[in-house]
Protein backbone atom coordinates (compact mmCIF):
# COMPACT_ATOMS: atom_id res chain seq x y z
CA UNK A 1 0.00 0.00 0.00
CA UNK A 2 1.36 3.32 -1.33
CA UNK A 3 2.21 4.95 2.60
CA UNK A 4 2.07 8.70 2.98
CA UNK A 5 5.54 9.36 5.02
CA UNK A 6 6.43 12.73 6.76
CA UNK A 7 10.41 13.42 7.24
CA UNK A 8 11.00 15.83 9.83
CA UNK A 9 14.04 17.80 7.86
CA UNK A 10 14.77 19.25 4.04
CA UNK A 11 16.16 15.19 3.07
CA UNK A 12 17.52 12.10 3.58
CA UNK A 13 19.92 9.91 2.48
CA UNK A 14 19.42 8.11 -0.79
CA UNK A 15 19.16 4.14 0.93
CA UNK A 16 16.25 5.51 2.80
CA UNK A 17 14.97 7.10 -0.10
CA UNK A 18 14.81 3.91 -1.86
CA UNK A 19 13.38 1.70 0.70
CA UNK A 20 10.59 4.00 0.93
CA UNK A 21 10.26 4.38 -3.15
CA UNK A 22 10.09 0.62 -3.68
CA UNK A 23 7.54 0.45 -1.19
CA UNK A 24 5.67 3.09 -3.29
CA UNK A 25 5.59 5.70 -0.28
CA UNK A 26 4.89 9.13 -1.04
CA UNK A 27 7.30 11.29 0.78
CA UNK A 28 6.68 14.48 2.42
CA UNK A 29 9.69 16.50 3.39
CA UNK A 30 9.65 19.21 6.25
CA UNK A 31 11.88 21.95 5.46
CA UNK A 32 11.55 24.23 8.52
CA UNK A 33 12.01 22.32 11.46
CA UNK A 34 13.02 24.57 14.02
CA UNK A 35 9.26 25.18 14.83
CA UNK A 36 6.24 22.90 15.38
CA UNK A 37 4.64 25.10 12.59
CA UNK A 38 5.11 23.95 9.35
CA UNK A 39 4.94 20.07 10.81
CA UNK A 40 1.42 20.64 12.13
CA UNK A 41 0.13 22.38 9.13
CA UNK A 42 1.33 19.39 7.32
CA UNK A 43 -0.69 16.43 9.71
CA UNK A 44 -3.46 18.98 9.71
CA UNK A 45 -4.11 19.16 5.85
CA UNK A 46 -2.67 15.46 4.71
CA UNK A 47 -3.49 11.84 6.22
CA UNK A 48 0.02 11.26 7.29
CA UNK A 49 0.76 7.66 7.97
CA UNK A 50 4.08 7.46 9.61
CA UNK A 51 6.55 9.92 10.28
CA UNK A 52 10.08 9.59 9.63
CA UNK A 53 11.76 11.71 12.60
CA UNK A 54 15.22 13.32 11.81
CA UNK A 55 14.80 15.98 14.33
CA UNK A 56 11.66 16.15 17.11
CA UNK A 57 7.68 15.50 17.14
CA UNK A 58 6.02 17.21 19.21
CA UNK A 59 3.14 16.31 21.62
CA UNK A 60 1.02 19.30 19.56
CA UNK A 61 1.74 17.26 16.31
CA UNK A 62 1.32 13.65 17.47
CA UNK A 63 -2.38 14.73 19.13
CA UNK A 64 -3.70 17.33 16.19
CA UNK A 65 -4.11 13.65 14.04
CA UNK A 66 -5.50 10.36 14.49
CA UNK A 67 -4.06 9.26 11.52
CA UNK A 68 -0.07 8.50 12.28
CA UNK A 69 0.57 5.21 13.26
CA UNK A 70 4.04 5.13 13.75
CA UNK A 71 6.96 7.55 13.96
CA UNK A 72 10.69 6.01 13.48
CA UNK A 73 13.15 8.10 14.93
CA UNK A 74 16.67 8.91 12.44
CA UNK A 75 19.02 7.73 15.27
CA UNK A 76 18.76 5.93 18.60
CA UNK A 77 17.80 8.62 20.75
CA UNK A 78 14.25 9.38 21.62
CA UNK A 79 14.34 12.55 23.61
CA UNK A 80 13.24 14.73 20.70
CA UNK A 81 9.99 12.85 20.74
CA UNK A 82 7.11 12.95 22.50
CA UNK A 83 6.76 10.07 23.47
CA UNK A 84 3.99 10.02 26.43
CA UNK A 85 1.94 11.44 23.52
CA UNK A 86 2.32 9.05 21.41
CA UNK A 87 1.88 6.00 23.54
CA UNK A 88 -1.64 8.04 24.82
CA UNK A 89 -2.24 7.16 21.28
CA UNK A 90 -1.02 4.03 21.09
CA UNK A 91 1.28 4.95 18.17
CA UNK A 92 4.95 3.06 18.19
CA UNK A 93 7.85 5.10 18.67
CA UNK A 94 11.04 3.00 16.72
CA UNK A 95 14.24 3.68 17.38
CA UNK A 96 16.97 2.87 14.84
CA UNK A 97 19.18 1.37 17.67
CA UNK A 98 22.96 0.29 17.08
CA UNK A 99 23.10 1.10 12.92
CA UNK A 100 25.25 4.54 14.03
CA UNK A 101 27.21 2.80 17.19
CA UNK A 102 30.58 1.97 15.50
CA UNK A 103 30.89 5.81 14.17
CA UNK A 104 29.79 7.65 17.50
CA UNK A 105 32.52 4.92 19.37
CA UNK A 106 35.26 5.86 16.90
CA UNK A 107 34.08 9.68 17.62
CA UNK A 108 34.56 8.76 21.62
CA UNK A 109 37.85 7.30 21.42
CA UNK A 110 38.52 10.67 19.10
CA UNK A 111 37.86 12.64 21.25
CA UNK A 112 39.87 10.83 24.69
CA UNK A 113 43.03 10.98 22.95
CA UNK A 114 42.43 14.46 21.68
CA UNK A 115 42.04 15.31 25.87
CA UNK A 116 45.03 13.30 26.79
CA UNK A 117 47.59 15.01 24.15
CA UNK A 118 46.07 18.19 23.92
CA UNK A 119 46.12 17.74 20.22
CA UNK A 120 43.72 21.28 19.14
CA UNK A 121 45.98 23.12 21.12
CA UNK A 122 49.02 21.94 19.85
CA UNK A 123 47.07 22.09 16.12
CA UNK A 124 46.87 25.72 16.85
CA UNK A 125 50.06 26.48 18.16
CA UNK A 126 51.45 25.48 15.23
CA UNK A 127 49.22 27.12 12.39
CA UNK A 128 50.53 30.37 14.43
CA UNK A 129 54.32 29.29 13.73
CA UNK A 130 54.52 28.69 17.02
CA UNK A 131 56.74 25.65 18.16
CA UNK A 132 56.01 24.71 21.84
CA UNK A 133 56.30 20.84 22.77
CA UNK A 134 54.54 21.54 26.29
CA UNK A 135 52.75 20.61 28.49
CA UNK A 136 53.21 16.72 28.80
CA UNK A 137 50.33 15.01 27.61
CA UNK A 138 49.26 11.69 29.40
CA UNK A 139 49.79 8.50 28.16
CA UNK A 140 45.89 6.26 28.16
CA UNK A 141 47.21 3.06 28.73
CA UNK A 142 47.11 1.33 32.19
CA UNK A 143 44.65 4.03 33.11
CA UNK A 144 41.09 3.18 33.88
CA UNK A 145 38.01 3.89 31.88
CA UNK A 146 34.53 3.97 33.31
CA UNK A 147 31.66 3.10 31.29
CA UNK A 148 28.06 4.46 32.11
CA UNK A 149 25.51 2.88 29.87
CA UNK A 150 27.03 -0.63 27.98
CA UNK A 151 24.36 -0.42 25.01
CA UNK A 152 26.32 -0.59 21.28
CA UNK A 153 27.69 2.21 21.79
CA UNK A 154 28.91 1.65 25.20
CA UNK A 155 30.32 -2.03 24.16
CA UNK A 156 32.40 -0.96 20.99
CA UNK A 157 33.91 2.04 23.19
CA UNK A 158 34.89 -0.91 25.82
CA UNK A 159 36.41 -2.92 23.21
CA UNK A 160 38.02 -0.11 21.66
CA UNK A 161 39.52 1.36 25.16
CA UNK A 162 40.54 -2.21 25.89
CA UNK A 163 42.97 -2.62 22.47
CA UNK A 164 44.48 0.77 23.87
CA UNK A 165 45.57 -0.86 27.31
CA UNK A 166 43.08 0.62 29.81
CA UNK A 167 40.74 -0.95 32.23
CA UNK A 168 37.58 -0.98 31.67
CA UNK A 169 34.82 -0.87 34.31
CA UNK A 170 30.92 -0.37 33.30
CA UNK A 171 27.82 0.04 35.03
CA UNK A 172 24.25 -0.09 33.04
CA UNK A 173 21.53 -1.64 35.47
CA UNK A 174 19.40 -2.49 32.75
CA UNK A 175 22.16 -4.58 30.37
CA UNK A 176 23.60 -7.42 31.17
CA UNK A 177 26.33 -7.75 28.58
CA UNK A 178 28.79 -9.82 29.59
CA UNK A 179 32.29 -8.41 27.81
CA UNK A 180 35.91 -9.87 28.12
CA UNK A 181 37.85 -7.79 29.69
CA UNK A 182 35.13 -5.77 31.14
CA UNK A 183 34.74 -5.43 34.98
CA UNK A 184 30.60 -4.41 36.27
CA UNK A 185 30.08 -2.62 38.50
CA UNK A 186 26.88 -2.51 40.83
CA UNK A 187 26.17 1.70 40.92
CA UNK A 188 27.34 4.59 39.79
CA UNK A 189 29.27 5.59 43.37
CA UNK A 190 31.22 1.95 42.96
CA UNK A 191 32.69 3.64 39.60
CA UNK A 192 33.57 6.92 39.93
CA UNK A 193 36.07 7.01 42.37
CA UNK A 194 38.24 5.15 40.03
CA UNK A 195 37.16 6.72 37.00
CA UNK A 196 40.79 7.94 35.40
CA UNK A 197 38.18 8.12 32.02
CA UNK A 198 34.49 8.95 32.30
CA UNK A 199 32.26 8.65 29.36
CA UNK A 200 28.50 8.41 28.70
CA UNK A 201 26.35 6.57 26.74
CA UNK A 202 23.05 6.20 28.26
CA UNK A 203 19.50 7.72 27.28
CA UNK A 204 18.62 10.87 27.99
CA UNK A 205 15.47 10.35 30.48
CA UNK A 206 13.90 11.52 33.28
CA UNK A 207 16.11 8.81 35.57
CA UNK A 208 19.61 10.18 33.57
CA UNK A 209 18.72 14.03 33.13
CA UNK A 210 21.51 15.57 35.25
CA UNK A 211 22.86 11.90 36.51
CA UNK A 212 26.54 13.52 36.41
CA UNK A 213 26.16 16.78 39.02
CA UNK A 214 28.83 18.71 41.05
CA UNK A 215 29.26 15.67 43.75
CA UNK A 216 29.73 12.98 41.10
CA UNK A 217 32.36 15.03 39.11
CA UNK A 218 34.04 15.78 42.93
CA UNK A 219 34.39 11.84 43.21
CA UNK A 220 36.44 11.40 40.12
CA UNK A 221 40.25 11.31 40.30
CA UNK A 222 42.11 14.25 40.35
CA UNK A 223 43.48 14.50 36.76
CA UNK A 224 40.53 12.61 35.16
CA UNK A 225 39.08 13.03 31.58
CA UNK A 226 35.19 13.11 31.03
CA UNK A 227 33.81 12.31 28.05
CA UNK A 228 30.08 12.62 26.36
CA UNK A 229 28.63 11.26 22.99
CA UNK A 230 25.34 10.83 24.52
CA UNK A 231 23.34 13.78 25.41
CA UNK A 232 24.12 16.86 27.29
CA UNK A 233 21.54 17.14 30.06
CA UNK A 234 23.06 13.84 30.88
CA UNK A 235 25.97 16.17 32.44
CA UNK A 236 25.02 18.73 34.85
CA UNK A 237 26.80 22.00 32.49
CA UNK A 238 27.60 23.92 35.15
CA UNK A 239 29.04 22.01 37.62
CA UNK A 240 31.10 20.43 34.42
CA UNK A 241 32.34 24.05 33.56
CA UNK A 242 33.25 25.14 37.79
CA UNK A 243 35.07 21.60 37.74
CA UNK A 244 36.95 21.68 34.57
CA UNK A 245 38.01 25.44 36.09
CA UNK A 246 39.02 24.41 39.39
CA UNK A 247 41.62 21.94 37.59
CA UNK A 248 40.53 18.97 39.60
CA UNK A 249 39.33 17.28 35.55
CA UNK A 250 42.30 17.23 33.29
CA UNK A 251 39.68 18.26 30.46
CA UNK A 252 36.64 17.33 28.75
CA UNK A 253 35.86 15.85 25.25
CA UNK A 254 31.93 17.04 24.44
CA UNK A 255 30.18 16.41 21.42
CA UNK A 256 26.47 16.68 23.10
CA UNK A 257 25.45 20.05 24.88
CA UNK A 258 22.52 21.49 27.08
CA UNK A 259 21.38 23.58 24.50
CA UNK A 260 22.68 23.32 20.57
CA UNK A 261 24.19 24.72 18.84
CA UNK A 262 25.58 26.02 22.65
CA UNK A 263 25.02 29.77 22.80
CA UNK A 264 28.01 32.55 21.62
CA UNK A 265 28.69 33.03 25.74
CA UNK A 266 28.77 29.20 26.54
CA UNK A 267 31.55 29.26 29.09
CA UNK A 268 32.82 25.96 27.90
CA UNK A 269 33.70 27.39 24.23
CA UNK A 270 36.65 29.09 25.74
CA UNK A 271 37.71 26.34 28.42
CA UNK A 272 41.16 25.46 27.03
CA UNK A 273 40.96 22.18 28.18
CA UNK A 274 37.90 21.40 26.13
CA UNK A 275 37.59 19.36 22.78
CA UNK A 276 34.23 20.37 21.28
CA UNK A 277 32.27 18.83 18.45
CA UNK A 278 29.09 19.67 16.78
CA UNK A 279 26.89 16.47 17.97
CA UNK A 280 29.04 14.70 15.12
CA UNK A 281 28.86 11.15 16.16
CA UNK A 282 26.70 9.51 13.98
CA UNK A 283 27.66 11.85 11.12
CA UNK A 284 29.64 9.49 8.69
CA UNK A 285 28.26 8.69 5.34
CA UNK A 286 28.15 4.55 6.38
CA UNK A 287 26.21 5.58 9.40
CA UNK A 288 24.01 8.54 8.00
CA UNK A 289 23.29 5.82 5.09
CA UNK A 290 22.33 2.63 7.33
CA UNK A 291 20.50 4.97 9.43
CA UNK A 292 18.41 6.62 7.05
CA UNK A 293 17.24 2.50 5.35
CA UNK A 294 16.99 1.07 9.23
CA UNK A 295 14.82 3.76 10.21
CA UNK A 296 12.60 3.63 6.76
CA UNK A 297 12.44 -0.21 7.49
CA UNK A 298 11.60 0.19 10.95
CA UNK A 299 8.46 2.44 9.81
CA UNK A 300 6.97 0.27 6.64
CA UNK A 301 7.13 -2.98 9.15
CA UNK A 302 4.60 -1.12 11.66
CA UNK A 303 2.44 0.14 8.51
CA UNK A 304 2.57 -3.24 6.59
CA UNK A 305 1.47 -5.41 9.74
CA UNK A 306 4.29 -6.99 10.31
CA UNK A 307 6.00 -7.92 13.46
CA UNK A 308 8.92 -5.55 14.82
CA UNK A 309 11.74 -6.17 17.86
CA UNK A 310 10.27 -5.07 20.78
CA UNK A 311 13.63 -3.87 21.50
CA UNK A 312 13.65 -1.46 18.94
CA UNK A 313 10.05 0.20 20.49
CA UNK A 314 10.67 2.85 23.35
CA UNK A 315 6.96 2.61 24.11
CA UNK A 316 6.90 -1.51 23.61
CA UNK A 317 3.22 -1.50 25.44
CA UNK A 318 2.13 -0.39 22.46
CA UNK A 319 2.83 -3.32 20.38
CA UNK A 320 0.40 -6.23 19.91
CA UNK A 321 0.79 -8.66 22.31
Known sequence: MPWTIAITGPDLAQPGLDVLSAAGCRVLFIQDNSTDAELLALVRKERIDGILARHGV????????????????????????????????????????GVNAQSVAELTIGLMI????????H?????????????????????????????????????????LGLNVMAYDPYINA??????????????????????????????????????????LPKGAIVLNAARGPVIDEDALVATLRSGHLLGAGLDTFRDEPPSADCPLLS??????????????????????????ENLLRILDGKPVDPALCVNRVVLPA
Open 58 to 97: SGNVIRATDTIRCISRHGAGYNSVDVPAATAKKIPVLVAA
Open 114 to 121: AVARSIPM
Open 123 to 163: DGNLRRARWIRGPSGTQLAGRTMDIVGLGAVGKRVARAAAG
Open 178 to 219: VIDGVERVGSLDDLLSRAEVLTLHCPLTDETEGMIGAAELAA
Open 271 to 296: LPNVVLTPHIGAHTGHATDAVSATAA
